[in-house]
């Protein structure tokens, strides 16, 4: 069983930042691929970044240039340093990853508003 526990979100004026952050646990040696995703209300949940063990990554369109997603492998930990922030990224934002079985976390509010 795989546990992914988010942090990070919260109130945020637009053109400001956050970083959110995913700790990955369990019965795990590695995790290879894990990404971000959001869900704003009344809308479809959308990948906004992934990133391989390796390292390489993919950004949905509408974050490229802003939003940043890099790992820690030894800690088992992503994150996603989100600048420039704008209104529409309203939303929560959920950590995946798959081991085998598709892992979710449990959701953290990033609010974008003056």
């Known amino acids: 069983q795989v546990q992914l526990v988010e942090s990070g979100g919260g109130v945020v004026q637009p053109g400001g930042s956050l970083r959110l952050s995913c700790a990955a646990s369990g019965s795990i040696v590695s995790v290879n691929f894990m990404g971000w995703y959001r869900q704003a209300p009344g809308k479809q949940r959308e990948m906004v970044a992934t990133?391989?063990?390796?390292?390489?990554?993919d950004y949905a369109d509408s974050v490229k240039g802003r939003f940043t997603i890099s790992r820690d492998n030894a800690k088992k930990t992503v994150y996603l340093q989100m600048n420039s922030l704008k209104p529409d990224d309203t939303a929560v934002y959920y950590c995946?990853?798959?081991?085998?079985?598709?892992?979710w976390g449990q959701g953290t509010q990033v609010t974008v508003s003056s």
């Open positions: 990133i391989s063990r390796r390292g390489t990554t």
């Open positions: 995946y990853t798959y081991i085998f079985n598709h892992y």
